[in-house]
């Protein structure tokens, strides 16, 4: 239709619809009319449209389609609800074919051309048009483009929902999509975790380069952090240095301990500002709804408490929320306040791991690692002990303790064999770390060169001037130097020019790597090889489990190796003796593995075998297995369910029985829990448990059983309970 067609139509209907009494239309023509509403449409003030009964388009001003940048051509004759879309993903509900199809008056609805998403905005306004018989016969309406006004507004409630340094949700949006995600959840019965993120040494880096470098360097985290998670979420910064991240349908441990640890690395990586280079670490706690609530409250308090466990557990960890968190928190800091007690009362000890030379097989050097020997706990061995010393006040004391023993045993060994010592960061920056490595020297009479100390590329973040002196001092000793963990992330050129390092042992995950046949990582220690050896240095990578991964790094020139594929730690006892004919030679082994870790552990578990609940203690836990104590007689074979609390469950055989104690062995492995902890990968759902009749919680150790048997717990007629 024409617009001469359409004033035509707006003329019949408004004689129609006038009173008799109106007063007298205007003098002007219909041509003049015409040539009015023709100067109002170019202008850009109004435009006009009109469709039929059946809501195709009959007419539309030349200036909309110009603006919409589609052909005219192309609108005539189609559907309007085709041609328009709800500009706003909000009112996708108020759609034009339902205001169409209710044949009634709108206004003001916010249009984009489908085929032109991102192109101009309108705002639509129509009235329907009866025809001489009563009958509907279309719509006649205005449009205006309000682009800029849109935007206007669309940015202003952008900024009100997202953080305008990084772009990510703020804390009231964050808020709003756990709300709501979760409540949509709990109907559905589905899962969905919440991961609370904390930077560590930011406030450094604000304080040392200053808050414009400060803001760089979150830009950089936020976009660091958006390409590490692949896979559908919602991320958000809450403020300051905080960061949180909604997964839905996620509640395997496994899958959330990968992608955690994924998220560490690469924030842990330099960063490049305009101020300097910087490195940052990260903590996450890890929280699952319904597992550990199913309240927005519930969820991100949960998390919260796992990020504290991780950041006092030394940091740069993730840690899972478990009900036990607040005493396992009181404990580990009981552990804390008693290292003074083993240090004075000898309760420390070491363990010697071989190094051996590639090309002879003779063990060159021993590493030195520190145990405990804890009075109620037994043999804390050195993984666990690591943990528990690590951010402690005795970190450096148990660090001099460690060279001065180690420097000690080594002068028992032959003078061809060295010992090397992990120097914490903390220890190498005191001002009295040269005098004590002097002090332990001359006391045990040790030449200097047969000790060896590991130094991590972190200690290059501390002060230059005082890195810088400690090493030339060290030099000046003639103690052997080496840089720890080179490819680790902080790697620089610059560490090897300024310091004078005898040998760089490579990190133990790029060495990790370094077996896959498709591997770049390969390279990487082809290339460190080369660099080290055109600096006069050696190499030394550990960690070895298998005879093809001791295949790639000798062939790839490494000079020192060490792992489970040569031996496991031993005590000082086994080296007099394999040290007794004056050299240690040991043949790789591809039966040799890493023994599964057991950590040592003091607390009342539940075990069900044939319907029955029995109370036991569990000494000490592994991936792979477990260790109680309580039970009186039971065959080996038997098996049992272990309930582990909150939840936790794992099939178990028993592979050793001796009187009241019982060795089993898990049918699933249990994973890490990112904080030196065990736990398993999946979790009986709660959703499951209130279908059962009990409360929509987490589960307390052995809940699942009462629920099934409909009341308490049967005791163990013939077991012995545990005292």
């Known amino acids: 239709m024409s617009l001469k067609g ?124 009866l025809a001489a018989n009563g009958s509907f016969a279309g719509f006649r309406g205005t449009g205006t483009d309000i682009s800029e006004e849109y935007h206007r507004e669309e940015e202003t409630a952008r900024l009100a929902r997202y953080d305008s340094l990084t772009g990510l949700s703020n804390r009231h949006r964050m808020a709003h999509q756990i709300e709501t995600t979760l409540t949509a959840f709990k109907a559905a019965k589905r899962s969905c975790a919440v991961m609370m993120l904390d930077l560590d040494r930011f406030k450094h880096v604000n304080d040392t380069l200053g808050h414009a470098a400060g803001d760089e360097l979150l830009k950089q985290v936020a976009a660091r952090l958006t390409r590490a998670i692949d896979r559908d979420c919602e991320i958000g910064r809450l403020g300051g240095d905080e960061f949180q991240v909604m997964i839905p349908d996620c509640d395997d441990r496994g899958v959330l301990g990968e992608l955690a640890m994924k998220i560490i690395t690469m924030l842990r990586q330099p960063y490049s500002l305009e101020e300097g280079r910087c490195v940052i670490g990260a903590s996450v706690g890890i929280a699952i709804a319904p597992h550990d609530g199913v309240s927005r409250e519930d969820i991100v308090r949960a998390a919260d408490l796992a990020l504290y466990a991780s950041k006092n557990g030394g940091r740069g960890q993730y840690r899972f929320f478990s009900g036990e968190l607040e005493n396992e928190t009181i404990f580990r800091r009981r552990l804390e306040q008693e290292l003074g007690t083993a240090l004075s009362e000898e309760q420390l000890f070491l363990r010697f791991e071989p190094i051996v030379e590639a090309a002879s097989g003779a063990v060159a050097s021993l590493e030195a690692h520190v145990c405990w020997n804890h009075v109620q706990r037994g043999i804390i061995d050195e993984e666990e002990f690591a943990q528990i010393v690590e951010g402690s006040a005795m970190l450096g004391d148990v660090g001099r303790w460690a060279i001065a023993a180690a420097c000690e045993q080594a002068a028992l060994w032959p003078e061809s064999v060295r010992v090397a010592v992990n120097v914490p960061v903390s220890l190498f920056l005191a001002e009295d770390f040269v005098t004590c490595v002097a002090d332990a020297i001359t006391a045990t009479a040790l030449a200097p060169a047969r000790l060896e100390l590991e130094i991590s590329e972190a200690v290059f973040f501390g002060d230059a001037s005082v890195v810088d002196r400690t090493l030339a001092a060290l030099f000046k000793l003639g103690v052997r130097l080496t840089l720890d963990e080179f490819g680790s992330g902080y790697s620089s050129l610059a560490y090897l020019r300024r310091a004078p390092f005898d040998a760089i042992k490579i990190d133990q995950k790029l060495v990790a790597e370094a077996e896959r046949q498709d591997s770049r990582e390969l390279g990487l220690v082809r290339a460190i090889v080369a660099l080290a050896g055109a600096l006069q240095m050696d190499t030394m990578a550990g960690g070895i489990e298998s005879a093809g991964l001791l295949t790639a790094l000798t062939s790839g020139g490494v000079r020192f190796l060490e792992g489970p594929i ?158």
């Open 566 to 723: 040569f031996s496991e730690p031993v005590a000082a006892e086994t080296l007099a003796q394999e040290l007794a004919g004056g050299t240690w030679k040991i043949e790789p082994s591809a039966d040799r593995t890493r023994r599964a870790r057991r950590r040592t552990v003091f607390r009342k578990i539940q075990v069900i075998h044939d319907d029955y609940a029995y109370e036991v203690t569990l000494r000490n836990l592994s991936k792979t297995g477990a260790l109680i104590e309580g039970l009186a007689d039971v065959p080996k074979g038997t098996q049992f369910v272990v309930d582990l609390g909150g939840g936790q469950l794992a099939v178990a055989t028993v592979t050793r029985s001796n009187g009241d104690v019982q060795g089993l062995e898990f049918e699933q492995s249990l994973i890490e829990d990112g904080s030196g902890g065990l736990c398993t990968r999946s979790r009986v759902s709660p959703y499951a448990l209130a279908a059962a009749g009990a409360p929509l919680a987490a589960l307390s150790p052995g809940a699942f059983l009462a629920i099934e048997k409909g009341g308490a717990i049967p005791k163990f007629g013939y077991a012995k309970q545990p005292a």
């Open 6 to 129: 359409l004033l035509s139509s707006r003329n019949s209907a408004a004689a129609r619809g006038a009173p008799a009494s109106a007063p007298a239309a205007t003098a002007l023509s219909d041509r003049e009319r015409l040539a009015m509403l023709d100067e109002l449409e170019q202008s850009g003030l109004g435009w006009f449209w009109a469709s039929d009964a059946q809501g195709r388009l009959t007419y539309l001003s030349g200036a909309i389609a110009a603006r919409l940048n589609v052909p005219l051509d192309d609108l005539i004759g189609q559907s309007l609800s085709t041609i328009f879309s709800a500009a706003d993903r909000e009112e996708r509900g108020k759609s034009l074919a339902l205001m169409l199809g209710a044949h009634k008056g709108f206004a003001g609805i916010a249009v984009r051309a489908a085929r032109r998403p991102e192109g101009a905005v309108l705002r639509l306004s129509g009235q329907p048009v």
